[in-house]
């Protein structure tokens, strides 16, 4: 390896490292609170056109404060970070409580107003019970008729399910051909977001905020590597479909393995959250990106060009 890429590799991972200490609540916080807090010394910094010399010893007498510095600052972010959200969840408590005493009391006047009569309330609660015993019987005969379906299906040797599968995939295909008729260009639009520092940032900070993951957080730190793995593996997949499988970290602070269980279960909530879909194929589990995955990474591949 060269130094010029030993060089630029250094620099994307600071400042993969920089961006991700800024995002943080905390982090983000006290930078604003500090330029607020010092920003005379930052126009004098930056616009004083003074000798550098200067510069420096004006800069000690009048500037260096450890109040402004860092106490502040740093007082300002823990109110912020603290305390602001208990207000804010305690004003919207109040704010709940007032708007469930208003609609009581809508309630109640409603009531005493416009009164029902004994007969037909007997006869809106016989009208209810009829409704429902309705609808139990014919859930009853859905859960028969689904019964009867799955004895024909066994016996049919497990053909038919995939069969009926492979069409509605098809079919699937042929409903959303406009999105995914230019495979080519979403692939190098996948490889831009995984092959370049900003890239990979902005996909990384999806998958948290999709899953509400903190990054400075241990425990979710690991879910988080796990779950941008199995995305990476997803997308250089595609159009093909995918397997579950044991992969490699790609986090550079966490070199490890990542156990094939680890992986299926990564999948299952993408699964669940509309963004792959499974697709049968033998005994194996596959899957696929969704439409709704597409034009995530879409939006996301716009944010990169940017």
């Known amino acids: 390896m060269s130094l010029s890429d030993s060089t630029g590799n ?28 010092n920003w005379e010394f930052l126009y004098f910094l930056m616009m004083s056109d003074k000798p550098v010399e200067s510069k420096l010893n004006y800069i000690d007498i ?13 007082g300002l972010t823990l109110v912020y970070v603290v305390l602001f959200p208990a207000v804010s969840e305690a004003v919207e408590a109040a704010w709940n409580i007032i708007q469930s005493n208003i609609r009581i009391r809508g309630q109640l006047k409603v009531e005493g107003t416009v009164p029902i009569s004994p007969q037909k309330k007997n006869a809106l609660l016989q009208l209810i019970a009829n409704t ?19 004895l024909l299906i066994m016996d049919e040797t497990g053909k038919a399910p995939q069969v009926a599968t492979r069409k509605k995939s098809e079919s699937n295909i042929k409903k959303n051909e406009n999105l995914r008729i230019n495979e080519k260009e979403f692939k190098e639009q996948c490889l831009t977001l995984l092959e370049t520092s900003n890239g990979r940032f902005i996909l990384e900070d999806w998958l948290a905020k999709l899953f509400k993951l903190n990054k ?17 593996s997803l997308l250089r997949a595609y159009p093909n479909t995918w ?15 990542i156990a094939e269980v680890a992986v ?3 999948a ?21 990106l969704t439409d709704k995955a597409i034009l995530a990474m879409n939006e996301l591949y716009l944010k990169v060009s940017d």
């Open 62 to 74: 009048h500037f260096l404060d450890i109040k402004d510095v860092f106490v502040l600052p740093f």
């Open 268 to 288: 299952l909530k993408l699964f669940s959250n509309g963004y792959i879909e499974a697709q049968a194929d033998g005994l194996d589990a596959m899957y696929a």
């Open 216 to 232: 400075d957080h241990k425990t979710h730190r690991v879910e988080l590597n796990t779950l941008y793995a199995t995305m990476d």
């Open 132 to 150: 429902k015993a309705t609808h139990v019987a014919e859930i009853q005969e859905k859960d028969e008729q689904i019964s009867a379906l799955q």
């Open 243 to 257: 397997k579950p499988k044991s992969l490699s970290s790609l986090d550079p602070y966490q070199k490890v393995n």
């Open 264 to 266: 299926e279960g990564a």
């Open 10 to 37: 250094l620099i994307d991972e600071v400042t993969k490292l920089f961006r991700t200490r800024v995002s943080s609540k905390f982090g983000g916080s006290f930078c604003l609170f500090w330029i607020a807090c």
